[in-house]
């Protein structure tokens, strides 16, 4: 969510109208940020600033275009000015602030993402990890600046594409860019009913969100004054309607963000030429200050949002968010005053100095990202007592990790139990399949079995997968299928995965298990088990941080409950097995649970290392059961 060092359009004339559609933009983020309030789409606020982006960008490079004057060293010293400084200052902050507050793990994500923000890269790395609308993202200090890296991917694009289009071939300027937004607006189309995240964090997909407003720049549209005003209404409308009425579960962007992105190229277009009515109430001088404030609003809103939910652990009180809003909008200000400000003047560290200034911070910035990923997260700065030692954990970075598809099968690095003897199992599933590896290792090795483990993450092990899962499943699941066709000697296949409401079917599943029949092979499932909406290690490592007890924080569930939650997947299954004799259920449910909760923290170790994976601790708790399967 980024914008140019002054509001200007392309004749250079100050816009307050467009701050004051900044002010709208980062309200409605910060309103669905928060979420206590009816704003539950307020994340279109950043495709309203991609359109005002790629506006005022166009204009001010097709101005010096014009004009002889176009430099890429000026453009990007523009940029840098523009964006590096508040950054920076939020970035450090952030580091500095985690290194009191998060354990190891923690800490070296929160590095590795600032040093993903740093390089303009933070799109991808969230893409790689999860999506936007998922619980683990709330963890997530730096997340936000997924949007900044989209934006500082387009910037080294389009000014070399506008200068080559204007001095080749100057008369299809207009046309070109139209084509390229609505290939990219097709594509994105196509995406998000594939893979919503890459349509989310992709540039590519996101770009004819900036080229809207490109066009705008170009090819403004005059209008009659009447007109103007009913068109601008529409506009803010549009904006407002998409704010209130998406939510997480709209798919989205996609055909969904067309709302937001032309009720923005609307109000834009028509405040034109002295304006309208829309125009001048988004010009009113407390919606102007807001906007003035946006950048530093958008950068500081959400990691002091994180972090006062992390610490606190249980829900925010309508106090503690008044004080959220008080603390973000008094940064944001010092934040505007003190840094933006003085950077954006030319004569604040003239051109050469603020490329080595820029460059200085972020090598040093990757530098300590470095620092923490080499030490492990830092561990000098923190009680070791209290934070949670990479043993509960290490199944999800180091072994069996590199077992994400079907050619690992067979592989030394994917085996199970104990070695040297002949295998006779393969473990099939998703990422908590991965995560109850050392509870599979355990149990085959006390039974002299071996096996292999093979699985994909976000991918349940089903043929036939429908709609809202990736492409890559469907094919990883079939190569599975087709490696076990080829492996004779694999006479039991287990099942292992979260089996999520919703993501088990009576279809997929009897597709799956009249599949494995048909080769003659036992089918042994792994119930559900119950998941949490906390991050469990993080919660263990700040309530002994503060001397507070985790499991009567974030455990209070009855197994009644949880046992509620997942009714139909347990019907799904023991129907199942009921009908099939070569099907076994293995339900791990009361390891977890007793009558009154199902506890988080055993023995003072973490049996999660987030809100649903298994540490290596829960994972063994569960190895007694799982020997059943290899009696």
Known sequence: MTGPDITETPSRTYRPDIDGLRAVAVLAVMLYHSGNTPFSGGYVGVDVFFVISGFLITGLVVHDIQSGRFSLAVFYERRIRRIFPAFFTVAIAAGLAGAWLYDAKTFSDLWVSIAAATASVANLLFYSQAGYFDGPSLLKPLLHTWSLSVEEQFYLVLPLTLFFIYKYARRWLTPILSLLLLGSLGWSIYTVQV???????????????????????????????????????????????????YTDATLFPGLSALAPVLGTVLIINCGMDGGSLVGKFLSLPPLVWIGKLSYSLYLWHWPLLVMARYVMI???????YLAWWALTFALSFLSWKFVETPFRAKSFLPRPRIFYFSAATGALILAGAGLVLATQGLPVRIDLNTSLPPEVWNTQFGQWNDCQSAQAIGQPGCGLGTSGASPSFLVWGNSHAHAFAPGFDQAAARAGQSGYIT???????????????AASCNLFNEGVMTAIRAHPEFKTVILAASWLPGELTDESLNQTVGALAAEGRQVYIISPFPEVAYNVSAVYFIAGRTGRDANALIAPLTKDFMNAKNKRVFEILDSLAAKNSSVHVIDIWDIFCGEKRCDVIVNNRPLYVDGGHLSTTGALLLAPRLGQIFR
Do not use: H
């Open 314 to 320: 249980t829900p925010l009180s309508g106090r503690a």
């Open 455 to 469: 699985w994909q993450g976000g991918c349940p092990p089903l043929l036939g997968l429908g709609k809202g899962v």
């Open 195 to 245: 893979e919503r995240d890459a349509a989310f964090y992709m540039a590519w997909l996101r770009a004819w969100e900036l080229l809207a407003g490109a066009l705008v720049s170009l090819r403004p549209v005059r209008l009659k004054p009447w007109l103007q005003n009913l068109l601008a209404a529409a506009g803010l409308l549009a904006i407002l309607a998409a704010s209130l009425l």
